[in-house]
Nanobody, 123 residues
Framework: QDQLVESGGGLVQAGGSLRLSCVAS????????MGWFRQAPGKEREFVAS????????YYETSIKDRFTISRDNDKNTVYLQMNSLKPEDTAVYYC????????????????WGQGTQVTVSS
């Protein structure tokens, strides 16, 4: 089955940290890139970070670049998003995605999507 399953979301105070995980299966685990996106209430889904299959290239949305780190473990078909120094404006549903073309991800376009995990940052 082609799917992505996220975990690791929750409630955290401002300044805290969370680590999101996403396990891929089926064809979703065979793509050339994986990434994270988020959608806050009343806003469109936006790109957060992406990583190529070998992990050599990583891309970040500008506002989170110095706080979030994307990584992957291909042996486990898993991609991670380490989020530090969280702010209330980081509150959103975070989605994992995989794509055959990493260049589409900044436009929030991907081939496979997870169901999302809620991250809430309290002030």
């Amino acid at each position: 089955q082609d799917q992505l399953v996220e975990s690791g979301g929750g409630l955290v105070q401002a300044g805290g940290s969370l680590r999101l995980s996403c396990v891929a299966s089926g064809r979703a685990s065979s793509t050339s890139a994986m990434g994270w996106f988020r959608q806050a209430p009343g806003k469109e889904r936006e790109f957060v970070a992406s990583i190529t299959r070998g992990g050599l290239y990583r891309y970040y949305e500008t506002s989170i670049k110095d706080r979030f780190t994307i990584s992957r473990d291909n042996d486990k078909n898993t991609v991670y998003l380490q989020m530090n120094s969280l702010k209330p404006e980081d509150t959103a549903v975070y989605y994992c995605a995989s794509s055959w073309d990493i260049n589409t991800m900044p436009r929030a376009v991907a081939d496979y999507w997870g169901q999302g995990t809620q991250v809430t940052v309290s002030s």
